[in-house]
């Protein structure tokens, strides 16, 4: 079982920066794609960025291209969202998500991940 914790969320001005984290309790980090999703209330969940099992290739939705970065860092079991000039849009609870062995044909779709965190809230004002 894996357990993954996020941290990082609160409210913030537009044009602001925040770093989320996501925490995993799990020996096989590395084996672990890992994903950032977003829901926005009476929104669907949404692919917002992920990162391979090395940390060498991301993927970003387009709506946040330029203006988040993913990162990880397997030694410590944490994979990382930094974002930057915030809008109001971008205020959603934010999940960390992960793929055992990166399996599934898309990893922007939220059914190719096996386990969730509980979500940590961003809210951007304007």
């Known amino acids: 079982q894996v357990q993954l914790v996020e941290s990082g969320g609160g409210p913030v001005q537009a044009g602001d920066s925040l770093r989320l984290s996501c925490a995993a309790s799990?020996?096989?980090?590395?084996?672990?794609?890992m994903g950032w999703f977003r829901q926005a209330p009476g929104k669907e969940r949404e692919f917002v960025a992920a990162i391979s099992r090395s940390g060498s290739s991301t993927y970003y939705a387009d709506s946040v291209k330029g203006r988040f970065t993913t990162s990880r860092d397997n030694a410590k079991n944490t994979v990382y969202l930094q974002m930057n000039s915030l809008k109001p849009e971008d205020t959603a609870v934010y999940y960390c998500?992960?793929?055992?062995?990166?399996?599934?044909?898309?990893?922007?779709?939220?059914?190719?991940?096996?386990?969730w965190g509980q979500g940590t809230q961003v809210t951007v004002s304007s």
């Open positions: 799990v020996r096989t980090f590395s084996g672990y794609v």
């Open positions: 998500a992960a793929n055992w062995l990166g399996a599934g044909s898309s990893w922007s779709s939220p059914s190719t991940y096996n386990y």
